[in-house]
């Protein structure tokens, strides 16, 4: 299973946008295909849609508090109805194939 920290994960897309580098500098493929949006549910939505793209079949995506009280679990449910686990106890969303 992949296991991704949200909060971390953004840091790095937009340290890139500052740089110098080139590209998402990242060991998951799938990644590169992700743009965060500035409203954090987009952008979960996107990057299920991401790692749906690349045949992902498990993903952890880790919250902090602040994040994960953001999000509108109501719309993922939504969107991907029989393919997410939510643990709000653990702040975390789970993509299973």
């Given amino acids: 299973m992949i296991s991704i920290q949200f ?3 953004v840091k790095k897309y937009e340290k890139i946008l500052t740089s110098t580098s080139r ?3 990242t060991k998951y493929e799938f990644l590169e295909a992700w ?3 500035s409203e954090i549910t987009q952008s979960v939505l996107d990057l299920i849609n991401s790692a749906l793209d690349y045949e992902i079949k ?3 995506i880790l919250f902090d508090v602040s994040d994960f009280k953001e999000l509108n679990f109501d719309k993922i449910k ?3 109805p029989q393919n ?3 643990l ?3 702040k ?3 993509l299973t194939g």
């Fill in 7 to 9: 909060r971390e994960l």
């Fill in 23 to 25: 590209g998402f500098d």
């Fill in 35 to 37: 743009v965060p949006s």
């Fill in 58 to 60: 498990e993903l952890e």
């Fill in 78 to 80: 939504k969107k991907f």
């Fill in 84 to 86: 997410i686990k939510i």
């Fill in 88 to 90: 709000t106890e653990e």
């Fill in 92 to 94: 975390k969303i789970i």
